[in-house]
């Protein structure tokens, strides 16, 4: 999984509680990226980062907060977690030129919200 | 806006025979394109690039064609193996930027 690891693999919280996932990287890579993974849905780009502190929105980013304030971790938080937000969430890298990256995956975090 | 159409039925086919899949976008064509491998409970796995200058690409067993007149990328796995099983996704840049749009991907099971 090209030096990236997401903590925790698994967890089950309730509705309307704080989440924090981590992904954490080993590669030095500029660009960080969160997706989610839902059936019908494919990967959905939540944030992303382009740097230390410098991140901005993707398609699917309401109710979903980052922060990046060390180039190897990437955090991502579910301000008040909803059954909506149920999900596999993917942490992914990458430092390609624009127009040209491969991005490289985590292992992904598995989150029920009851 | 840019949208990618994988085809969502899975592919089954026998082992040996050349497996091809699909990637259809709609509007503009992108500079380039990527195939990604997914295994379950894992994150995907990239595999090639092919950029729109570009025909064809080959990796060992992996080919895979871009034409920008169809708007439309084959995935071809020839001598499909068993190990070859798995749920392929195409990618495509969004416009001038560097975000990925990922299409649903396509289940490939290769029977022995």
């Known amino acids: 999984d090209a030096g990236i690891t997401q903590s925790p693999r698994h967890k089950v919280t309730e509705t309307g509680t704080p989440v924090t996932l981590r992904c954490h990287q080993t590669e030095n890579h500029r660009y960080m990226y969160w997706y989610r993974q839902d059936p019908g849905h494919g990967l959905r780009l939540i944030h992303y980062?382009?740097?230390?502190?410098?991140?901005d929105k993707g398609e699917v980013s309401d109710g979903y907060s980052v922060s990046r304030s060390k180039t190897e971790d990437f955090l991502l938080t579910l301000e008040s977690a909803t059954s909506s937000q149920t999900s596999v969430y993917f942490c992914?890298?990458?430092?390609?030129?624009?127009?040209?990256?491969?991005?490289?995956f985590g292992p992904g975090t598995r989150l029920l919200v009851l | 806006s840019q949208k990618i159409e994988q085809n969502s039925e899975a592919l089954n086919i026998q082992e040996g025979k050349t497996a091809t899949l699909t990637c259809n976008y709609t509007?503009?064509?992108?500079?380039?394109l990527q195939w990604y491998r997914q295994d379950p409970g894992r994150g995907p796995v990239f595999l090639l690039l092919?950029?729109?200058?570009?025909k064809e690409k080959r990796k060992e067993r992996l080919k895979v064609t871009f034409d920008t007149t169809l708007k439309q990328s084959l995935f071809h796995i020839t001598a499909s193996q068993p190990a070859d099983s798995a749920t392929y996704l195409c990618a495509l840049v969004r416009g001038a930027t560097n975000k990925l749009i990922f299409g649903t991907g396509t289940l490939l099971a290769v029977q022995p």
């Open positions: 509007n503009y064509s992108p500079a380039y």
């Open positions: 092919i950029r729109e200058n570009e």
């Open positions: 992914a890298i990458s430092d390609g030129e624009i127009h040209e990256e491969t991005q490289y």
């Open positions: 980062s382009y740097g230390v502190k410098d991140t």
